[in-house]
């Protein structure tokens, strides 16, 4: 439905909901969802206030796809100032949620200040109250979800939550709706529940309205579904195998990072792969894998729906865990997996289930148990003060901290500040495999070049949606360039930044971008959303999100010496595969990302460039 | 000689009857190229996007020349991606 053109502020603090309308100057500029809700966040709040404080926002924002026919337009950002790391963050989720807020007439919803008790807010359609969230408040995003359903008598409303670990300000909590989709990193479900905000559940009926040229809209949405659905990889491979077929061609390329990222190649990789989700058990003769799923609206489906042997130790006194549930995704898989060198697929998925249930990031939580384990291999840490024997490899080890960490008991508490201040609490800062603070995902930048400039300069902390030159480097899409050199990747990477920003702005899944290129969107959003809507158009958006929220991170603090990735990936060579004997080649490629960005030799927008962005 | 030959995704229905972990040993001989394996096993050709050596990726146009050394690792996979 294109914009709404309405936003609901919600002032937590006074207890009052008051709709307003959109800034358009402003979507003309940012489009929606992460560009549109980051423009908002700055103009608000001072970076350098306090993430779990009452100064800072949260908002949740659609694009201007979300909720269309347009494949994978479902989704919805939050944005805010993240506790992690103290950066901006802005965190993407799918599922049905999104689509559900834009249904009920919103693009936008930015909560301010804190309230007094806990609280959920409800929507349906232009109805807007914040409701007593006391019974809620304790329990999971999943009994959330079905206390509220049960609640209003709905079971079409769509829910938003924190689990306990929002709650209990783990720094890595996420925000989780429809069961198994979540805004899952940098901290955005601590920042929620420090505002004792627990929910938010919407029921909109408005359908799909003001949409620019519909007969236009509809002919090129469906030519654009069939570029996706005739693609190899969008049509068929994520499909059938998900994102979890990375695990064999990123352990075979070298560049899994495995345990704490001490090794780039995991022996037991084949053991928690795509391929053996699809194998039976031993045990009880079924796969892990029954089915996959879509969000909404999208026709690439490349969720996973998995079912747990019952036999196994972590659930076999658990039936709670028996049913169908949500994972596992790659990231999952490698964090909870590789980066703690545990092949035991049926504990992974545990803990991607209390990951979910609770509300917490696994990508976080899985890499600070990698340095947890090497801190206790190496005797920093004992038994007696984690609770439990933790060395690599150890599948109890990981049920039992997830456990504690889910539910901030014991040594969980430490476990939930994240690697970084956990690595430098027991005097070992070097060991937290973190960039501004936020744990990196399963690509080691020994192995894969270009992520290491991807995650030096991501301006949420170590991340690999922000440019995922995994496409490129390893798996040629669009085009293949070489893992293992230095040489063109500042272009690769500030490209798909840019081209990330549109996608992200727009309301659709990254995920189309290995068959879309930008030439593909741009029509979508010239058919949906008035304005001009050029090519030139949306690269200017693209560059423009990426410098806005560089320059919230320059207002926060943030400066050259934070560009930088934790010593291992800089000084330790990669003892096996292509990438043997090869460091990170950061300082060959930040001085020209930096140039060609427009950035001082301090990585900070010049004058220039910030007049032609308008900013 | 001896190599190992790992097809993953659905391209693991083309492996020899019996292997197990999406590899095989398999024996090639001194002047069989890349081409000439992805031939033996009716590889579709539309469906053989990765080709890896050792890890370190093969250009499509390498296919036909590139030849082997005892215990090279070749591991090939359709159109994938994730994130």
């Given amino acids: 439905m294109s914009w709404n053109k309405k936003v609901l502020r919600v002032n937590l603090t006074a207890g009052t909901c008051t709709p307003e309308p959109l800034n358009m100057e402003w979507a003309m500029d940012y489009l929606g969802s992460r560009g549109l809700g980051t423009k908002y966040l700055s103009e608000e709040i001072d970076p350098k206030v306090d993430a779990l404080s009452p100064e800072n926002k949260l908002i949740m924002a659609t694009g201007p796809l979300t909720g269309t026919m347009a494949s994978t337009g479902g989704r919805y950002t939050v944005v805010t100032k993240g506790p992690l790391t103290g950066a901006i963050a802005c965190s993407n989720s799918g599922g049905f949620f999104g689509a559900e807020l834009k249904f009920a007439g919103w693009d936008m919803i930015i909560f301010e200040g804190k309230s007094p008790k806990p609280v959920y807010l409800y929507l349906e359609n232009e109805k807007a109250e914040l409701l007593d969230a006391g019974h809620l408040w304790g329990k999971s995003t999943w009994h959330t979800e079905e206390a509220i359903k049960a609640g209003h008598q709905d079971p079409q409303i769509r829910v938003s939550s924190i689990g306990q670990a929002g709650e209990n300000a783990v720094l890595y909590a996420g925000v989780v709706n429809d069961l198994h989709r979540a805004a899952g990193r940098s901290g955005v479900g601590a920042v929620m529940g420090s505002k004792n905000l627990k929910a938010v559940a919407v029921r909109g009926t408005r359908g799909v309205a003001n949409v620019r040229d519909m007969t236009e809209f509809l002919k090129v949405t469906a030519e654009k579904k069939k570029v996706l659905a005739d693609n190899g990889v969008t049509g068929q491979g994520l499909p059938k195998y998900g994102t979890q077929v990375l695990m064999n061609v990123i352990n075979e390329s070298g560049a899994l990072p495995t345990r704490n990222s001490r090794d780039v190649q995991f022996e037991g990789a084949g053991k928690i792969s795509a391929e053996a989700m699809h194998e039976k058990r031993p045990t009880d003769g079924k796969p892990h894998l029954l089915t996959n799923a879509a969000c909404f609206g999208c026709t690439i489906a490349c969720g996973r729906i998995s079912q747990m042997d019952q036999t196994h130790f972590s659930v076999v006194n658990k039936p709670e865990y028996w049913g169908a549930s949500g994972g596992l995704e790659y990231e999952a898989a490698w964090s909870l997996g590789a980066a703690n060198g545990v092949n035991d697929l049926e504990v992974l998925q545990y803990a991607n289930i209390l990951c979910n249930e609770y509300g917490m990031d696994p990508i976080s939580f899985g890499a600070t148990v990698g340095a947890v384990m090497e801190l206790y291999e190496m005797g920093v840490l004992t038994k007696e003060q984690i609770g439990i024997e933790a060395p690599f490899g150890s599948a109890q080890a990981l049920a039992g901290l997830v456990e504690m960490t889910a539910k901030s008991e014991g040594f969980g508490k430490e476990i939930g500040q994240g690697s970084k201040r956990l690595c430098e609490k027991f005097g070992h800062p070097e060991l937290s495999m973190t960039v501004k603070g936020q744990e990196y995902p399963a690509y080691d930048p020994r192995g894969i070049q270009g992520m290491g400039l991807t995650y030096a300069t991501s301006n949420r902390g170590a991340c690999h949606v922000r440019s995922y030159t995994v496409a490129s480097e390893i798996l040629g899409i669009p085009i293949k360039t070489d893992p293992l050199v230095t040489d063109g990747k500042p272009g690769l990477v500030m490209a798909f930044q840019d081209a990330t920003g549109v996608f992200d702005s727009a309301g659709i899944c990254l995920f189309t971008s290995f068959a879309w290129g930008l030439a593909d969107i741009q029509p979508q959003i010239a058919a949906a959303c008035e304005g001009d809507w050029s090519m030139e158009k949306l690269n200017l958006v693209g560059e423009r999100v990426w410098n806005i929220e560089k320059q919230f991170n320059l207002a926060a603090g943030f400066t050259k010496a934070d560009d930088t990735l934790p010593p291992r990936l800089l000084k330790e060579a990669a003892k096996t595969g292509p990438a043997k004997g090869l460091v990170n080649g950061l300082d060959k490629m930040l001085p020209e990302y930096y140039q060609i960005r427009g950035w001082d030799t301090e990585g900070v927008p010049k004058a220039e460039t910030l007049a032609r962005l308008g900013l | ?83």
């Fill in chain 2, 1 to 83: 000689m001896l190599i190992t030959l790992k097809l993953y995704a659905s391209l693991a229905d083309y492996l020899p009857p019996g292997s197990s972990n999406n590899r095989a040993e398999v024996a090639v001989g001194e002047d069989d190229s890349v081409a000439d394996i992805l031939e033996q096993f009716r590889l579709p050709e539309k469906w053989v996007k990765l080709v890896l050596i050792n890890g370190v990726y093969l250009d499509p146009a390498e296919r036909q020349t590139r030849r082997f050394v005892a215990g090279d690792h070749l591991a090939i996979w359709p159109p994938i991606a994730g994130g």
